[in-house]
């Protein structure tokens, strides 16, 4: 690997459809020295109990998306929001500036010429797209991903529905500046990630 290319810190968003395999080629930037977060940990830890993500999102969906321990429950919040527009709205309301926040001050830390990869779903969506200076976006075949969701104990039907309120591939494609095709060919992929990563550090 070469060295660190000098320069100011830049922020690389890793994005694509659900179940493309964006914590795969993750995975493979991390092993080649890439420091990753995921956006969806950082959602994760602002919905712990005691956080203020944790308390609006009660006031805002009430009791019943928590569990028996009284944290949030993620399946009963996705099936509360997930159908309904408007509530994912406002659970996006809740959780982005929270998130990007936390990028914010991860980049803050980050030394001359290093990079870091943010793993985000809702890249393109969010105001998360504004703090990245590259997006990379992680494709894979349609039914490739529809058995990978499945294989997740997803129902086809709820597969294929989380996948039509999502961009198109197309879309996803016209939003990169990297594509990353993620098939089953695992070598392939990881040769893609690791050109990548090469051009990002050159």
């Known amino acids: 690997m070469s060295d660190a290319k000098t320069g100011s810190p830049r922020v690389v968003g890793l994005t694509g459809p659900i179940g ?30 005691g956080t203020t993500g944790y308390s ?25 929001v997930f159908a309904d527009p408007e509530k994912l709205a406002k659970l996006e309301r809740i959780m982005h500036p929270r998130v990007i926040a936390r990028i914010l001050e991860a980049r803050k830390m980050l030394r001359d010429g290093d990079v870091l990869v943010v793993e985000a779903i809702k890249l393109l969506e969010s105001s998360l797209r504004d703090v990245c200076d590259e997006i990379w976006v992680v494709v894979a075949p349609r039914e490739e991903i529809l058995r990978r969701l499945e294989a997740r104990g997803l129902p086809r039907a709820e597969a294929e529905l989380r996948l039509a309120r999502q961009r198109t591939e197309e879309e996803f494609r016209s939003a990169a500046d990297v594509v990353i095709v993620n ?19 050159a």
């Open 20 to 49: 493309a395999g964006k914590s795969t080629v993750a995975a493979m930037l991390r092993e080649l020295g890439a420091k990753v977060l995921d956006a969806d940990a950082l959602v994760h830890d602002e919905q712990s109990r």
């Open 56 to 80: 609006a999102i009660v006031q805002t969906f009430g009791t019943k998306v928590l569990g028996d321990d009284r944290e949030i429950d993620r399946r009963k919040l996705a099936e509360e």
């Open 183 to 201: 098939d089953a060919d695992r070598d392939r992929t990881r040769e893609q990630a690791r050109e990548a990563w090469s051009r990002a550090r």
